[in-house]
């Protein structure tokens, strides 16, 4: 294969692995606008207006994840800008780690956040140096049009791939740390009412053997799991008294405030005991 045939087709698999990043019908099109770039051969400017749309769809992707009012909103927050608005390290900031704070981050997740943020501003850097116009890209040759392509788009998967890569490292340490043992007491505290089976029941024990943390905003950080209640189930009452032990599996749902991250708060009405198998 070719050097040329070798660039376009890395040149596919890259506007591929782009795509899942978008999930708004407007960045899809001014992604797909900024791939037409490529394809005007008769405009000597196509390159820089490629890299100036890619960045600037960075700053829609950030727009949208991190929404200004959520950014004002967080404890952590402190005017960077002339004007007021929220910085791009602000954005970063806010898709990643959202209201927490920077010393939960570092002293509990053992995170960086200030090292996370670096390799995404040279990324954004790096995609800025494009956006020039000068003689090396304003009439490029055949053979180097797909490889300069691959460059710019390598540079702008990476700042994405980096901002995807430290929140979902963000979340998963939250889930590391959880004591799953304050989970567990919260459940079980949480489920009075199981005596539809039986005249008496009431839960002996909880336990959580699933638990993902699936957003954090300004305020909470919100999480979902699953896992099996023990129970206890009564008829009758003196010398006919009957009980039995059994298990069910439940799932639930709940949030924590982003400034006790873990401490869970769930409501009996956000817990579901599946007993579809004490019917079969």
Same mark, same amino acid.
């Given at each position: 294969?070719?050097?040329?045939?070798?660039?376009?087709?890395?040149?596919?698999?890259?506007?591929?692995?782009?795509?899942?990043?978008?999930?708004?019908?407007?960045?899809?099109?001014?992604?797909? *606008?900024?791939?037409?770039?490529?394809?005007?051969?008769?405009?000597?400017?196509?390159?820089?207006?490629?890299?100036?749309?890619?960045? @600037?769809?960075?700053?829609?992707?950030?727009?949208?994840?991190?929404?200004?009012?959520?950014?004002? *909103?967080?404890?952590?927050?402190?005017?960077?800008?002339?004007?007021?608005?929220?910085?791009?390290?602000?954005?970063?900031?806010?898709?990643?780690?959202?209201?927490?704070?920077?010393?939960?981050?570092?002293?509990?997740?053992?995170?960086?956040?200030?090292?996370?943020?670096?390799?995404?501003?040279?990324?954004?850097?790096?995609?800025?140096?494009?956006?020039?116009?000068?003689?090396?890209?304003?009439?490029?040759?055949?053979?180097?049009?797909?490889?300069?392509?691959? /460059?710019?788009? /390598?540079?702008?998967?990476?700042?994405?791939?980096? *901002?995807?890569?430290?929140?979902? @490292?963000?979340?998963?340490?939250?889930?590391?740390?959880?004591?799953?043992?304050?989970?567990?007491?919260?459940?079980?505290?949480?489920?009075? #009412?199981? #005596?539809?089976?039986?005249?008496?029941?009431?839960?002996?024990?909880?336990?959580?053997? #699933?638990?993902?943390?699936?957003?954090?905003?300004?305020?909470?950080?919100?999480?979902?799991?699953?896992?099996?209640?023990?129970?206890?189930?009564?008829?009758?009452?003196?010398?006919?008294?009957?009980?039995?032990?059994?298990?069910?599996?439940?799932?639930?749902?709940?949030?924590? #405030?982003?400034?006790?991250?873990?401490?869970?708060?769930?409501?009996?009405?956000?817990?579901?005991?599946?007993?579809?198998?004490?019917?079969?």
């Amino acid at each position: 294969m070719t050097n040329k045939s070798l660039a376009s087709v890395t040149l596919q698999n890259l506007i591929s692995e782009i795509q899942p990043f978008l999930e708004e019908a407007f960045e899809k099109q001014v992604f797909q *606008a900024s791939v037409m770039y490529l394809s005007n051969n008769d405009d000597f400017l196509r390159f820089s207006c490629f890299a100036y749309s890619l960045r @600037e769809l960075i700053r829609i992707f950030l727009s949208r994840t991190s929404p200004e009012e959520y950014i004002l *909103a967080c404890q952590w927050y402190k005017p960077e800008t002339d004007n007021g608005k929220p910085s791009r390290r602000q954005r970063f900031r806010y898709y990643t780690q959202g209201g927490l704070s920077d010393e939960f981050i570092s002293n509990t997740l053992n995170i960086d956040i200030n090292d996370a943020w670096t390799p995404f501003k040279i990324s954004i850097n790096n995609l800025s140096k494009h956006t020039h116009i000068n003689e090396s890209t304003f009439m490029l040759k055949e053979n180097e049009k797909d490889e300069l392509a691959v /460059e710019i788009l /390598e540079t702008f998967i990476t700042a994405l791939t980096h *901002a995807h890569d430290v929140k979902q @490292e963000i979340l998963l340490s939250i889930e590391d740390h959880v004591n799953e043992e304050v989970f567990n007491q919260t459940i079980l505290n949480t489920m009075t #009412d199981i #005596d539809e089976l039986s005249t008496h029941g009431y839960a002996e024990s909880a336990m959580v053997e #699933d638990l993902e943390v699936i957003k954090i905003d300004c305020k909470k950080i919100y999480f979902e799991g699953s896992g099996y209640v023990d129970v206890t189930l009564n008829w009758g009452g003196g010398e006919d008294s009957v009980s039995m032990d059994t298990s069910f599996p439940f799932s639930f749902t709940g949030y924590s #405030d982003v400034n006790t991250p873990l401490t869970p708060n769930i409501s009996h009405y956000d817990i579901t005991i599946d007993i579809s198998s004490w019917y079969k």
